[in-house]
């Protein structure tokens, strides 16, 4: 199976590490609270986006495109913007019943998002090399959140100095920050949203 790895899905290997590094360092910030731990775990997202962002490039130009390459891309890119930032919320405090929902759907919005995008790549590139328009948001938005994230790490605003404090709401607490990730979830799958790609 290596030999068929071209080198834009090496640099696709490239994001996938980055993303599953950012979850060990999530989890690592989680067992022994050191701020490097976690702003490691948020650093890695940029890398990530760097690789994500080469990885097409370098495919265009070499003109490997290949359905195991835009698999790959897919799978790379739910555990660096998607797992890799609902771990990093986690780690940051959002642990109430509600927080949990929040996150699950978040990653769920995110992996039908890129299944969706698969399947309905060919319809939108328009006889092209690539597509005309996302629908929806693309998943590498969620730097945002890591960016939001990483910042209240910087200000010591985690745990129970998270922005907006937490309610208690029925049976479980909620952490009103938890919303971003539904809001970054929602605009995901969006049907309605078109945005041009570049």
């Known amino acids: 199976m290596i030999r068929e790895f071209h080198l834009a899905d090496v640099l696709t290997l490239a994001n996938a590490a980055c993303g599953v590094a ?13 701020l490097a ?19 097409g490039r370098v495919a265009r130009w070499r003109h490997t ?4 390459g835009r698999e790959l891309d897919s799978l790379a ?14 780690a940051a405090g959002l642990r109430g019943g509600w927080d949990w929902l ?17 399947v309905t790549a060919e319809r939108l590139s328009e006889g ?32 129970d100095q998270l922005y907006w404090g937490v309610w208690m709401f029925g049976p479980w607490e909620l ?12 605009l995901m799958i969006s049907k309605t949203l078109r945005i041009p790609k570049i």
């Open 22 to 34: 950012a979850v060990l360092c999530a989890m690592l910030y989680m067992g022994n609270p050191s």
């Open 37 to 55: 731990h976690y702003i490691t775990a948020a650093g890695l997202t940029p890398a990530a986006l760097m690789f994500d962002w080469l990885d």
């Open 65 to 68: 495109h290949s359905a195991l």
């Open 77 to 90: 890119d739910i555990i660096s913007f998607g797992v890799a930032p609902a771990a990093l919320g986690f």
């Open 102 to 118: 929040a996150l699950i759907y978040f990653v769920c919005c995110g992996v039908s998002r890129l299944a969706r995008y698969n």
């Open 128 to 159: 092209s090399d690539k597509v005309a328009y996302f629908e929806g948001t693309p998943i590498p938005t969620t730097f945002m959140l890591t960016a939001i994230l990483a910042w209240a790490g910087w200000q010591g605003r985690l745990g």
């Open 175 to 186: 952490h009103p920050l938890s919303f971003l990730f539904v809001l970054s979830g929602s």
